[in-house]
C-alpha cells in the first residue's frame, strides 16, 4: 500500500514538473519545479512522511497557472 502512495505521489511530483516546463514565467515555472524537487525528495529520503507530504502536494497542484494571474488581474 506504501509502494502505491508513493507512486501516485511520483507521478503527481513529475506531472507538476511538466506543468512547470509548460509555464511562460520564468519565476513561477522555477517556483513550481523547486515545489516538485522538493516532493520527489522527499518521497525518495523522508520514509512515511505522508502528513506533510499530501497536503504540501495538493497545495501545489492547486497553485494557478502564471497566464491565469495574468488575466485576473486585467
Known amino acids: 500500500m506504501v509502494w502505491l ?3 501516485v505521489l ?5 506531472v507538476l514538473w511538466n506543468r512547470a516546463s ?3 514565467d520564468e519565476a513561477w ?3 513550481l ?4 524537487f522538493i516532493d ?7 520514509n512515511g ?5 499530501i497536503p504540501l502536494l495538493a497545495v501545489a497542484l492547486a497553485l494557478p497557472s502564471a497566464a ?7
Open 68 to 74: 491565469s494571474l495574468e488575466r485576473r488581474r486585467f
Open 5 to 7: 502512495i508513493d507512486l
Open 29 to 31: 515555472s522555477l517556483f
Open 10 to 14: 511520483l507521478l503527481a511530483g513529475l
Open 22 to 24: 509548460n509555464e511562460g
Open 33 to 36: 519545479r523547486s515545489i516538485a
Open 49 to 53: 512522511q505522508l502528513l506533510l507530504e
Open 40 to 46: 520527489l525528495a522527499f518521497i525518495a529520503f523522508g
